[in-house]
C-alpha cells in the first residue's frame, strides 16, 4: 500500500513535468524578446524618471546608458533621490537633459519607491507637458543604446499601454550563478509570459527594472496612487494597466542590471522581503506552496535515489522522467545567462532553498518584522 502511495506520488510529479513542457504556453522557451526596431512616422516624446536611494554604485553608469540612447524623439531623465546618504546626487551627474530633485519624506501609505516615482512624475507633469511616455527604470539598470527606440516601436506599432523587460540580471559570483537564473525561471512559470501579451487572458506581470508606459493610460487609471501601498508594484502595475489595454512583457540579453548579490544573504533578503505578500500572506497558500515545491522540484530526485536504493525500476524511471524534463526545459534559461547546462540537474536543490526563503518570508511576517529595504521597515 505505502510502495502504491509513493509510485502515486512520484508518477504525479512526472505529469506535472509533462503538462510544463507540453502545456503552460511553452513559459520555459524565454522566447518573449523585443524585435529589432523599424521606422517611425513620428518618435513620440519620453522622459525617464529613476527612483534613487543610496545608489552611489550604479546610477551615474544608469544615467550614462539612458543619455546615449539611439532616439529620434525628445527624451529626458529625471533622477529622483529619494533621502540618499552616499552622495547619489552627485553621482548621477550633469547633463541639459537630466534633473535631479530630492524627494520629500517618505509619506504614510506609500512604500518608499512609488513615492519616489509620483515625484518624479508630478515633475513630468509640470515640466514636460509634451511627453506621450514615461521609461520607469532602477538605478542600476544600465540600458542597450536601442533599447529605448525598440520598446517604443513594439509600444507603438501594438497599440500598447505598457511595455516592459525583465533585464539580463548580474550573475558574476557564485550566489549568483547558482540561484539567478532559477528566479527568472520561476517567474517565467509564475507569469508565461505569451499570457502577459495576450490581450484576452488576465495574466499581468511586468518588470520593474525597465517600463515604458503610455501617460494618457496611466493618468486614466489614477496614475500610481492605486497601488502606493504595493511591495510587488511592477505587477499591481501591470494587473492596472492590462485592465484598460494590452500589455507587452519580454527578456533582454543586452540591457543589464548591476545590482550585485556577493552573499546567499543578499539573494535570501530581496525573496525573503516579498515572497509571502505575493502569496497575500495566507498561511494555506504558504502551505501549498510549500506541499508543491516539494512534489515538483524534491520528489523526482527522491524517486531516482529510491529507485536505485530499493532496485525498484518504477521508481528510478518515473524519477529520472520528471528530473530529465525539469532539466531540459531549465536549459534555455541557463543558456540565457551562459551558464552551463549541465547545472541544470541542480535546480531541485536550488529550488529547496527558495522555498526556505519563502518560509522565512512569512516567518518575518508572522513575527512582526514585516518588509525591510534601504533602512525602511514596512509593516506588515
Known amino acids: ?49 529613476i527612483p534613487a536611494r543610496d545608489e552611489v554604485k550604479t546610477i551615474g553608469q544608469t544615467v550614462t546608458s539612458l543619455l546615449a540612447q539611439n532616439y529620434a524623439g525628445a527624451f529626458d531623465i529625471i533622477v529622483v533621490d529619494d533621502n540618499s546618504t552616499d552622495g547619489t546626487a552627485t553621482a548621477a551627474g550633469q547633463s541639459p537633459r537630466l534633473k535631479t530633485i530630492s524627494a520629500k519624506p517618505l509619506q504614510a501609505g506609500w512604500t518608499g519607491k512609488l513615492w519616489a516615482v509620483k515625484q518624479g512624475l508630478d515633475v513630468v507633469d509640470e515640466f514636460y507637458p509634451d511627453a506621450a511616455y514615461v521609461l520607469l527604470t532602477d538605478a542600476d539598470i544600465t540600458h542597450d543604446p536601442d533599447n529605448l527606440r525598440e520598446l517604443m516601436f513594439k509600444a507603438e506599432t501594438a497599440g500598447l499601454h505598457l511595455a516592459s523587460l525583465m533585464v539580463k540580471l548580474r550573475c558574476q559570483t557564485f550566489w549568483e550563478r547558482m540561484l539567478i537564473p532559477a528566479f527568472v525561471f520561476f517567474f517565467q512559470k509564475l507569469y508565461p509570459f505569451s499570457w502577459v501579451n495576450d490581450p ?22 489614477g496614475g500610481i496612487e492605486p497601488i502606493r501601498d504595493r511591495l510587488i ?16 512583457l519580454g527578456l533582454s540579453s543586452r540591457t543589464t542590471s548591476s545590482r550585485a548579490y556577493s552573499q546567499l544573504s543578499e539573494i535570501w533578503q530581496m525573496v525573503a522581503r516579498t515572497a509571502f505578500v505575493q502569496l497575500d500572506h495566507s498561511p494555506v497558500k504558504l ?28 521508481f528510478l524511471v518515473l524519477g529520472l522522467v520528471g528530473w530529465g524534463i525539469m532539466s531540459l526545459i531549465y536549459m534555455p534559461t541557463l543558456k540565457l545567462y551562459s551558464r552551463p547546462l549541465i547545472t541544470s540537474v541542480s535546480l531541485p536543490m536550488v529550488a529547496f532553498l527558495y522555498t526556505l526563503m519563502t518560509v522565512c518570508s512569512a516567518y518575518r511576517h508572522w513575527f512582526g518584522r514585516g518588509s525591510d529595504w534601504k533602512g525602511r521597515r514596512y509593516p506588515k
Do not use: E
Open 233 to 248: 508594484d511592477d505587477c499591481a502595475m501591470a494587473a492596472l494597466l492590462k485592465a484598460q489595454g494590452p500589455i507587452w
Open 287 to 314: 502551505l501549498g506552496t510549500v506541499l508543491a515545491m516539494v512534489l515538483v522540484y524534491l520528489v523526482p530526485p527522491t524517486g531516482v535515489v529510491l529507485g536505485l536504493l530499493m532496485t525498484k525500476p518504477v
Open 1 to 49: 500500500m505505502l510502495s502504491s502511495v509513493a509510485v502515486a506520488i512520484v508518477g504525479l510529479s512526472a505529469l506535472i513535468w509533462v503538462y510544463f513542457l507540453v502545456g503552460r504556453a511553452g513559459f520555459w522557451r524565454s522566447d518573449q524578446v523585443v524585435d529589432r526596431a523599424g521606422n517611425l512616422d513620428h518618435w513620440p516624446n519620453v522622459v525617464a524618471v
Open 200 to 221: 484576452t487572458n488576465k495574466t499581468a506581470a511586468a518588470a520593474g527594472g525597465c517600463m515604458l508606459i503610455r501617460l494618457d493610460c496611466l493618468r486614466s487609471v
